[in-house]
């Protein structure tokens, strides 16, 4: 069943892991006047008809309303990789900076990538573009795409055979210890600390793309019941943000989700944000995260470490959230929703 749109700026009581009930948040909400918002997405699929080599296809954009509620573009770029089963990338362009962009070539996903994406681009201004995030959200969309794959062909047992095989993720293939969700005593890993695959939590969901209001999403819509062509994953993510007086406010959401053989999605993470940042200081005043659909029992828990950064530098995000939030104190998916939010002035402040 198809799940009803969510409120992101629900009742903190909503925020309670005990119990945690899977419902997706629905599509993007209606833009608001004298905002602008930023989508993005990367979809990974498998050209060659098996699990070992990967094609991520990324797009973002950035977009204004005016006080009308007309939307005008402000950025648009593209994305394009493959990379082998153990996320090792063969290929990297994008619609900007092809010298630096080639460099990432022969990377694996994970700090490393991350490292060399600083050293391409060595403006603060790039760092904080659409652009930027699309190649930053690699390694995490590397991460996660096996689920599109299994979601698909509901390989569980051969694919948990192969991951231990290859040292697929986490130390070598253990995963044990490396999120809130998978913490020493998770009852979500084998005796080896694999994720147990089948048992993993997942909900329904609709498009994002909101139907009172086709031009608030970016690219084409999905088609439920409509067979598609083979399996494939999507991160998806939008941030709106606007200004009121000295405080800078956003609302966004995150998704990563996977195709069924009838054209439905599924998802496998998804949470929705709200922040409020003291503008002059660039000091945050509130952080709130809502999560909506997460894998394992304990994952919801993430949730409410985000107080924490309350009075720091929205700035210093990108070097706060994974200190601060390393391994079993966070969520590896939440604190990319986390890391991301460091653009928002430039963000509300674009022409």
């Known amino acids: 069943m198809r799940t009803p749109p969510g409120n992101p700026c629900a009742p903190a009581a909503q925020l309670s892991p005990a119990p945690f009930v899977s419902r997706g948040g629905g599509s993007v909400p209606l833009r608001r006047p004298n905002s602008v918002r930023r989508t993005t997405s990367i979809d990974i699929d498998w050209p060659g008809g098996d699990s070992s080599a990967i094609r991520f296809r990324g797009h973002s954009r950035d977009a204004r309303t005016g006080a009308d509620g007309a939307l005008v573009t402000l950025a648009q770029s593209w994305v394009e990789a493959q990379a082998s089963e153990t996320r090792e990338f063969s290929r990297v362009c994008s619609s900007e900076h092809p010298a630096g962009i080639a460099a990432l070539a022969g990377s694996r996903a994970g ?3 991350r490292a060399l994406l600083c050293s391409a681009f060595p403006d603060p201004a790039d760092q904080l573009s659409g652009h930027f995030l699309l190649l930053d959200d690699l390694a995490g969309a590397s991460l996660v795409s096996s689920w599109g794959w299994l979601a698909w062909t509901r ?19 253990n995963m044990r210890g490396v999120c809130i969700g998978l913490g020493p005593d998770s009852q979500s890993l084998d005796a080896d600390g694999y994720p147990l695959i089948e048992q993993q939590g997942s909900t329904l969901v609709p498009d994002l793309a909101n139907p009172a209001d086709p031009d608030g999403w970016q690219g084409p819509p999905d088609q439920p019941g409509v067979t598609p062509p083979g399996p494939g994953t999507r991160r998806a993510r939008w941030i709106d943000v606007w200004r009121e007086d000295d405080t800078l406010h956003a609302l966004g959401g995150f998704q990563d989700s996977a195709l069924e053989r009838d054209g439905s999605r599924l998802a496998i993470h998804e949470y929705r944000f709200e922040v ?7 000091l945050i005043r509130k952080v709130r ?8 029992t304990e994952c919801p828990a993430a ?3 985000v107080a924490r950064l309350v009075g720091r530098p929205l700035a210093d995000l990108r070097i706060d959230v994974p200190t601060l939030f390393a391994r079993e104190a966070g969520c590896t998916h939440l604190n990319d929703v986390l890391r991301a939010l460091v653009c928002l002035p430039a963000l509300a402040d674009s022409r």
């Open 289 to 296: 995260a809502i999560p909506h659909v997460l894998p394992h």
């Open 155 to 173: 390989e569980f047992e051969a694919f948990t055979a192969r991951a231990k095989a290859k040292g697929i993720g986490g130390k070598d293939g």
């Open 111 to 113: 700090g490393k990538l």
């Open 303 to 305: 949730v409410h470490g």
């Open 276 to 282: 409020q940042v003291d503008a002059p200081s660039g």
